[in-house]
């Protein structure tokens, strides 16, 4: 839950959190250290890895959790000792499976979300419906994960919280910071799997593809307007993907265009 300008004045006056390190709220856009400068984007590049995708047979539940589980732990191994080198302090997050809506998950009624990541138990949760695992073949389910992952490394690393109270004077300014949190999310996605790919039996047809499901999820879901069009998706994605750098996923200080 993100805080209005004013509230954001009210907790700052009252000496709970200080934006910036002012004491005062900073102007729009953003200029919060927390989320400008994090000590995330210096730690370097990724360290290259392996990681074996498992088979899932269409609609198989039981092959579905193993394939998430061990991408799970890839990212764990992967996020632990990027972590440790730069000095930056690690916690994995739980795994959690959804199967059906109207399901709970961090005290909410689950929709028809991809998944999900609940900031207070540092626990996610993937959706294994019907619909997402029919044909899990393409590397939609690994890219979903790795987002959601990203938002754990938002969390651990002080972006969340940053993000949470970085003052806003209206909704459409609220929802340009929505943007700019998933699209970090998904360039994070991005830098883990450049991280793997040379360990997947994966061609560049597969990457391809991706990025057509990338941009079209996002392009049908952009009335909501708080995680970026789909073309803004794929950028940022193929950004992460590319450079293998945190560093390429300050989505805070660039221009409006690139998290519209």
Not at 6 to 11: E, G, H, K, T
Not at 106 to 129: F, H, M, P, S, V
Not at 166 to 175: I, Q, T, V
Request: aromatic content about 10%; glycine content about 10%; proline content about 4%.
């Amino acid at each position: 839950m993100k805080f209005p300008f004013y509230a954001v004045i009210s907790v700052v006056l009252a000496g709970l959190v200080i934006v910036g390190g002012t004491g005062t709220a900073s102007a729009f856009p953003i200029k919060g250290s927390g989320l400008t400068k994090n000590k995330l984007y210096r730690s370097g590049p990724l360290a290259p890895s392996a990681c074996a995708e498992k088979p899932i047979s269409p609609g198989n539940v039981a092959e579905a959790k193993a394939y998430v589980s061990t991408i799970h732990a890839c990212l764990n191994r992967a996020w632990a000792d990027h972590f440790a080198k730069a000095g930056l302090r690690f916690g994995r997050p739980s795994l959690s499976f959804v199967t059906k809506t109207g399901s709970r998950f961090c005290g909410e009624k689950w929709e028809d979300q991809a998944g999900t990541y609940c900031n207070k138990t540092k626990r996610y949760a993937i959706n294994l419906g019907k619909e997402m695992i029919e044909d899990a073949s393409d590397l939609f389910l690994m890219e979903t994960i790795g987002h959601e992952y990203g938002h754990h490394l938002q969390n651990i690393t002080g972006i969340q919280r940053g993000y949470v109270y970085e003052p806003y004077r209206n909704k459409k300014e609220e929802l340009e910071q929505s943007r700019r949190y998933e699209l970090q999310a998904e360039c994070l996605s991005g830098v883990f799997m450049g991280s793997i790919w040379e360990s997947l039996d994966r061609t560049e047809e597969d990457w391809a593809y991706l990025m057509e499901i990338v941009q079209d999820s996002g392009d049908e879901n952009t009335k909501l307007k708080d995680h970026g069009k789909g073309r803004n998706q794929r950028y940022w994605l193929s950004k992460g993907f590319t450079a293998g750098n945190p560093s390429a996923c300050n989505t805070w200080t660039v221009p409006v265009s690139l998290v519209a």
